[in-house]
């Protein structure tokens, strides 16, 4: 997919198909349409209707065939997002560490002021 974020969505519509015994076009289904149900937008999003938000994955390939190929990037030939073509040529820039990342890496481990503080914090708290 075109983010970590979308790797992670297609792998877990392969998880409903393999260990939830749904469809392919259910578990599609399960991420689009019950998905903006489920927070409550379904006015507004979650099917392919005028008027509606939408981003579309023009893939080459069937994934009521295999739903996996949702996570093979060179099987996805175009992104329309907002409407607008997505540029899938430029490479994708590196990920920033998030909040949340930071948090579970601190949980992990014994906290500590190095840790917690950053270089240039604990170079003022040593001029303190």
């Known amino acids: 997919a075109v983010t ?23 578990a599609i289904i399960a991420a689009t349409r019950n998905g903006a149900f489920a927070m409550r937008l379904e006015g507004e999003l979650g099917t392919l209707e005028p008027g509606r ?8 390939g069937d994934p009521l065939a295999d ?18 073509r997505v540029d899938l040529v430029t490479p994708i ?22 840790l917690a503080l950053t270089e240039e914090q604990l170079e003022k ?3 303190v």
């Open 125 to 127: 708290l040593a001029h």
């Open 93 to 114: 820039p590196e990920r920033r560490m998030r909040a949340t990342d930071q948090v579970r890496f601190l949980a992990a481990c014994p906290l500590t002021r190095s």
């Open 53 to 60: 938000i939408a981003d579309v994955l023009v893939l080459d």
């Open 4 to 26: 970590p974020v979308g790797e992670w969505h297609a792998r877990e519509l392969e998880m409903f198909v393999e260990y939830m015994g749904m469809t392919p076009m259910e």
């Open 67 to 84: 739903v996996r190929i949702l996570q093979e990037r060179e099987r996805i030939v175009e992104v329309i997002k907002e409407g607008r």
